[in-house]
């Protein structure tokens, strides 16, 4: 249901005077009509299909008239303007911004331009131009317009009628028809905003827009200047009180509208884009692995950029000696956007000793020797190793090598597989305890006791 209904009042200039006909239309209210027909002084778009409708949201400036969706078998629907009066007039200039979809494997995707006038559908297209630039397509019986063949957002298109061979030209109706061949997962659209029609002479004021431009998206909101004469309105993609946000416009190549007047009724437009480029997204390529060993080599190579910089002396592919921190990276691609990225390097080096529980144990000169339990190794779990040590279970008191030093060797291996040993060592002693019998026959005893 439509709850406003609004009626434009078509005002007509000769081409001595003001030279609009109607517009530009900032669509900022439900104007347009559906049904089979309507009066010839509305906005008009049919309803025999999904029609192209008002919505209050969007745009390049506000609301937009626009369609959604899939038509089979070249289904096309049209947006009618009010009716004008080009009396005087030689051409017509039909101005708008346009937004649509684009898809590589729909070639079929167009919009073509005709009028009716002297009670007949007249393909009287002269010029298509799109950012300045010629986008003229002849469709042959099907009329002039221009193709699908780049996704565009609030471009800027200018449609020249000739009106040389119209007698009447005093009531014109302006046709705008969107078309599509296919109905599937791709979802066509089409949106237009700022419509307008004046002379195409137009007015000998004009404005002239600064260069092309580029941004990186994590740039700064920036304030647009540079064209001139300077005052004028700044529109399109990202710009909000002719301040450009780049985050908000996204990536890509966006068209941006400049729009100044001298004062005195004559306004003038021009176009330029600002290209927004991602910031670059490094690969990083660790060797061996994030987690390695004290004392091993670790080497850091980022790829996908032109510069690379590294914090705490690392060189890009370089071999060094990591601590456990993070190594932070800066990169520079070759727009000269930067991004900053990092990684966490754990190096692994296991704090172990061994406090064994004797200082000397008793050794016998014969086997079997005798075998004491090893114990004293911390963390728990490792192993040990010696010249004494029997399974990395027991010391040995083995005692042929007579009052020694036994040194015991204690190896931990941690979940990362890093190693840490510590040694310690017990005093080897002959405990003996056997008689050994000495057999003499011969007794003396000195010194002599029966004396003194």
């Known amino acids: 249901m439509r709850n406003i209904i609004t009626t434009l009042i078509v005002l007509v200039f000769t081409l001595s005077g003001f030279s609009q006909l109607l517009g530009p239309e900032p669509f900022d209210t439900d104007f347009l009509i559906h049904g089979s027909s309507a009066s010839t002084s509305v906005w008009f778009a049919p309803d ?21 969706g899939s038509w089979n078998s070249y289904w096309g629907n049209f947006l009618r303007l009010p009716e004008v009066d080009a009396t005087g007039m030689d051409s017509l200039l039909l101005s708008f911004d346009v937004s649509h979809s684009y898809f590589a494997s729909q070639t079929d995707d167009w919009i073509r331009f005709y009028v009716w006038a002297d009670g007949a559908y007249q393909k009287i297209v002269l010029a298509v131009r799109i950012n300045g630039v010629d986008e003229l397509y002849d469709f042959g019986v099907n009329g002039k317009g221009f193709v699908f063949d780049t996704p565009r957002s609030c471009a800027a298109v200018e449609v020249v009628f000739d009106l040389a061979t119209i007698s009447n030209k005093s009531s ?15 979802t066509y659209f089409i949106s237009f905003d700022n419509v307008s029609l004046s002379a195409a002479g137009g007015s000998t004021y004009s404005v002239s827009c600064r260069a092309d431009t ?7 909101a920036w304030p647009i200047s540079g064209s001139a004469p300077t005052g004028g309105t700044y529109s399109g993609n990202g710009v909000t009180s002719n301040i450009f946000f780049p985050t908000i416009a996204g990536v890509g190549i966006h068209s941006i509208k400049y729009v100044n007047d001298d004062g005195m009724g004559s306004s003038d437009s021009c176009y330029f884009n600002i290209t927004v480029h991602d910031v670059p997204h490094p690969s990083i390529v660790i060797v061996p692995n994030d987690t390695l060993c004290q004392g091993e080599n670790l080497i850091l190579t980022a790829t996908g950029a032109q510069n690379y910089q590294w914090d705490n002396g690392v060189t890009n592919g370089i071999p060094f000696i990591p601590s456990t921190q993070t190594y932070s990276l800066t990169v520079t691609d070759a727009n000269g956007c930067i991004n900053d990225t990092s990684v966490n390097i754990f190096v692994s080096s296991p704090l172990v000793t061994l406090y064994l529980p004797w200082d000397t144990l008793c050794a016998e000169p014969y086997a079997p020797y005798p075998q004491y339990l090893l114990s004293g190794g911390n963390p728990g779990g490792g192993y040990y190793l010696g010249q004494d040590v029997v399974d990395s279970t027991y010391i040995e008191g083995n005692g042929a090598p007579a009052y020694r030093y036994s040194v015991v060797e204690y190896y931990y291996e941690d979940a990362y597989g890093c190693e840490g040993s510590a040694v310690d060592s017990v005093y080897l002693n002959l405990c003996l305890t056997d008689i050994i019998e000495n057999q003499n026959a011969d007794i003396i005893i000195y010194p002599n006791p029966v004396k003194n």
């Open 172 to 186: 014109i109706l302006v046709y705008l028809e969107p078309n599509c061949n296919y109905n599937n997962s791709n």
């Open 48 to 68: 025999y299909h999904t029609p192209i409708d008002y919505t209050a949201s969007g745009g390049c400036t506000g609301g937009h008239a626009s369609y959604s």
């Open 214 to 220: 580029t941004l990186c998206i994590n740039d700064a």
